[in-house]
C-alpha cells in the first residue's frame, strides 16, 4: 500500500503545507531554495498537523495582475524543489506533492519522494503529463 493509499478519504479534513521554493512567490512566502529553512518550515508544518507538504518552484502569480511574469525553464524549477523533496523525504515520514505542470518535474520529483503531483493546469499545458503521472 502506498502511503497515498493509507490516508483514509472520507473520514476527516486533510492538511497540506505549502512550501514555496521561489524568490517571487506573490503570497509573500517564497523561500528561494534555502534547502534548510524549507525544512524548518515543513518541520513546523508536521509539528502543526499537516498531512501533506507541497512543494512548489514556479511562481503562479496572475500574470493579469503581476507585470513581468515568466516561466522558468524546467531545469530551474527542478533545481529548486528537488533537494527540498528529498532533504523532506529523508527526514520525515509526511505525504509529499509536487506543485508543478512540467511533465518532467513531475517525474523528477516523484523519483525524489513525491507522491502527488498538484497540477494547477489540470494536465493541459504539457502533452507528456498524463503519461508521466499513470506511470509513476
Known amino acids: 500500500m502506498s502511503a497515498l493509499e493509507s490516508l483514509p478519504f472520507g473520514t476527516r479534513t486533510f492538511v497540506m503545507g505549502v512550501l ?10 517564497g523561500l528561494g531554495s534555502d534547502v ?8 513546523r508544518f508536521i509539528e502543526e498537523g499537516v498531512d501533506i507538504i507541497d512543494v512548489g518552484g514556479e511562481s503562479t502569480r496572475p500574470s493579469g495582475i503581476y507585470e513581468g511574469v515568466q516561466e522558468i525553464q524546467e531545469e530551474e524549477e527542478i533545481r529548486r524543489v528537488i533537494p527540498v523533496i528529498a532533504a523532506i523525504k529523508s527526514r520525515t515520514n509526511v505525504l509529499i506533492s509536487v506543485d508543478t505542470y512540467k511533465a518532467n518535474v513531475a517525474l523528477a520529483a516523484v523519483n525524489a519522494g513525491a507522491s502527488i503531483v498538484n497540477d494547477i493546469w489540470g494536465m493541459q499545458r504539457d502533452p507528456d503529463m498524463t503519461s508521466v503521472i499513470s506511470s509513476t
Not at 514555496?20 to 512566502?29: A, Y
Open 20 to 29: 514555496n521554493v521561489t524568490p517571487d512567490s506573490f503570497s509573500g512566502d
Open 36 to 43: 534548510n529553512t524549507a525544512l524548518s518550515r515543513a518541520s
